[in-house]
């Protein structure tokens, strides 16, 4: 592989102010894409922005609220002159709560930003990238996309319909050039836990035993660089 397979490519990530979205940003920034780094936080884009290099663009942008995503959707388009070449559906929410607890408000929250907002991007970018003949839309998952546990009352049914979103773009997309992957990792250790304290907590993986954000973020890398002709339909990740 050559030091720099993504050198000409460009890439927008969102969910791109930590965790497993940085960490997969700065693994295609430092392999030579171009990379977009979506988030709310502005300072942190920019200071992450500023440390990829290679004209990594900040784009602060909340998701859910419509015109912000038209916005950057548009923005997108002009610095790039077209769709991504790379397309990382990373941003989420992992809100706890048992049914009949988690408020209805937070269950249509979760699956807002974990499947609406991912379609809003696909429906304005896979047309391009297909009439282009060339893209790759990877999906963030989870080891909740297929196997169900206590208290996600929302988070397996947002992951769970993120997967068949990407079953279905994967079907739709066959031999069209333009690839589709769903990387599934079990538990990261990622600021998502600092509030819910899984070491303390029965039934849960101790952070120590959780997989580092920089470990999702190669093999994003990883399924990326496959040949034109090789589509990695599923990769799942555990802690060795």
């Known amino acids: 592989m050559s030091e720099t397979p993504l050198a000409g490519r460009t890439a927008l990530v969102t969910g ?17 894409a171009r990379v977009a780094l979506v988030a709310r936080s502005a300072d942190a884009l920019r200071e992450h922005a500023q440390s990829i290099g290679n004209g990594a663009l900040p784009m602060q942008c909340d998701l859910l609220d419509g015109e912000q995503l038209a ?10 002159g077209g769709a991504p070449d790379i397309l990382v559906l990373n941003a ?41 003949g060339d893209g790759h839309v990877v999906t963030i998952g989870s080891i909740a996309d297929r196997s169900a546990y206590p208290e996600n009352s929302a988070y397996a049914p947002a992951k769970f319909a993120a997967r068949a979103l990407h079953e279905v773009l994967r079907l739709e997309l066959a031999g069209s050039g333009v690839r589709s992957s769903l990387v599934s990792p079990g538990p990261v250790d990622t ?48 802690r060795a």
């Open 16 to 32: 791109a102010s930590r965790g497993i979205g940085l960490a997969t940003a700065r693994s295609l920034g430092s392999n030579g």
């Open 71 to 80: 916005r950057t959707i548009d923005r997108t388009m002009q610095a790039f």
């Open 92 to 132: 989420g929410v992992f809100s706890l709560g048992r049914i009949g607890e988690l408020p209805p408000v937070e269950f249509a929250h979760t699956l807002a930003l974990n499947v609406g907002a991912p379609y809003i991007l696909l429906h304005a970018f896979v047309p391009l990238m297909r009439a282009r």
């Open 191 to 238: 600021h998502l836990w600092n509030a819910i304290d899984p070491d303390n907590r029965p039934g849960f993986t101790p952070r120590a035993r959780m997989l580092q954000a920089d470990a999702v973020g190669d093999s994003v890398l990883w399924v990326v660089t496959r040949g034109r002709d090789v589509n990695i339909d599923e990769l799942r990740l555990t």
